[in-house]
Nanobody, 128 residues
Framework: QVQLVESGGGSVQAGGSLRLSCAVS????????VGWFRQAPGKQREGVAA????????YYADSVNGRFTISQVIAKNTLYLQMNSLKPEDTAMYYC?????????????????????WGQGTQVTISS
């Protein structure tokens, strides 16, 4: 059974940094794409960053481009999201997601319908 477990969330002041981790376990074959999503109270879940594993291409939402970096350490089966220059509007529950079979590629990877495997989420709170 595939499991995704996020960690690294917390509370920091605006301008600070956090690094989220997502440990992926229980899959017999390679991942096709992985991503980070977030959901703020009263808002829809939105894609933040994603990787198309085969080519290593990365994709970012405009709101985080230049501040967030997604990376994957295949040997450790771990996905990371380095978040710098954090803003109060980054406050949300952050989720990692993965897909084992097929991914459309491109900026479609920032759409949640690309993924069938999800973690439980980790809370990020940024104070002004």
């Amino acid at each position: 059974q595939v499991q995704l477990v996020e960690s690294g969330g917390g509370s920091v002041q605006a301008g600070g940094s956090l690094r989220l981790s997502c440990a992926v376990s229980g899959f017999p074959y390679g991942l096709k794409c992985v991503g980070w999503f977030r959901q703020a109270p009263g808002k829809q879940r939105e894609g933040v960053a994603a990787i198309y594993v085969g080519g290593g291409n990365t994709y970012y939402a405009d709101s985080v481009n230049g501040r967030f970096t997604i990376s994957q350490v295949i040997a450790k089966n771990t996905l990371y999201l380095q978040m710098n220059s954090l803003k109060p509007e980054d406050t949300a529950m952050y989720y990692c997601a993965a897909e084992l079979t097929y991914c459309s590629g491109g900026y479609h990877l920032l759409q949640e319908n690309q993924y069938r495997l999800w973690g439980q989420g980790t809370q990020v709170t940024i104070s002004s």
